[in-house]
């Protein structure tokens, strides 16, 4: 079973965010921790210094407790925590990267609500929880149909990797994932479909069946990013490599409604976290 970290606020993407892992607990069993960072600039700055400050402090942690408590409850998922949602104060992306380097996590799921804006994931991409990541994020981006099922993105040199990574976290979804192999052109207006490179098609083909499993559809796709978004539109979850700041497969996935798991490079987990 996994063990997952989510990061809550008190706001829309938050109550998403936790009823897709809902739904998604209902496809692959886990354990979840639940992580609050309460934002301590919004309450004023603090009343003195020693004693002082930490009352006022410790009021502030005890006023997040009282949220969370009413947000997972309000939102029946309580009954998925391991234990009581953590409290920490400090900055928010330290915090959370603490946590997950200090617990090794399988996976760690926050919500991110879509939005017609690319630079907003484009920023969040770049971040430095994004870039120092020791396991996958889901960034929940909508409530979808579980049923829609899985699909792998990527180019034929991340392709072999995002395989890896759902084989090893969602091999027991119940339907095939789909794959879909992108060539990035920029310069076509249109997409267009290629023949599937045998290769990389064997490659996939033996990943799967070394698993027990199998995979589903598999297209090739040629064409600019806009086009190419079009194609990630229609699962439940998608699942790719992270991709770099404001590239082509950046920029496709910034387009997608659906909630997307994006996986670490392995020199990724070569960060020490953060003390």
Aim: hydrophobic share 40%; charged share 25%.
């Amino acid at each position: 079973m996994h063990n997952v970290l989510i990061a809550l606020e008190t706001d829309l993407a938050s109550g998403i965010a936790i009823r897709y892992a809902d739904q998604l607990e209902k496809k692959m069993r886990f354990n979840m921790q639940a992580l609050h960072v309460p934002d301590m600039d919004k309450n004023g700055p603090s009343p003195g210094s020693g004693w002082v400050h930490k009352k006022w402090e410790d009021g502030v942690i005890d006023n997040a407790k009282k949220e969370i408590s009413k947000l997972v409850k309000e939102d029946l998922f309580y009954c998925y925590l391991t234990q009581t949602p953590k409290i920490i104060p400090g900055e928010k992306e330290t915090v959370i990267l603490n946590e997950m380097w200090g617990k090794h996590y399988d996976f760690f799921m926050e919500g991110f609500l879509h939005s017609f804006e690319p630079d907003r994931f484009f920023e969040k991409i770049d971040s430095d929880l994004y870039k120092k990541l020791s396991c996958p994020v889901i960034m929940v981006k909508n409530l979808i149909n579980m049923d829609m099922g899985l699909q792998i993105v990527g180019t034929p040199e991340t392709i072999p990797l995002a395989v890896m990574w759902l084989l090893k976290l969602l091999k027991d979804w119940s339907t095939k994932p789909d794959i879909l192999v992108c060539h990035f052109e920029t310069s076509m207006d249109h997409t267009t479909t290629l023949d599937n490179d045998p290769v990389l098609l064997l490659n996939i083909e033996k990943r799967f069946a070394q698993s027990g499993s199998e995979a589903g559809t598999i297209r090739t796709i040629k064409g600019p990013p806009g086009e190419l978004s079009l194609f990630v539109r229609d699962h439940a979850l998608m699942v790719s490599v992270l991709p770099r700041h404001s590239g082509p497969m950046a920029r496709m996935l910034s387009m997608s409604p659906c909630p997307i798991m994006l996986c670490p490079e392995p020199e990724s987990n070569k960060h020490n976290f953060v003390r």
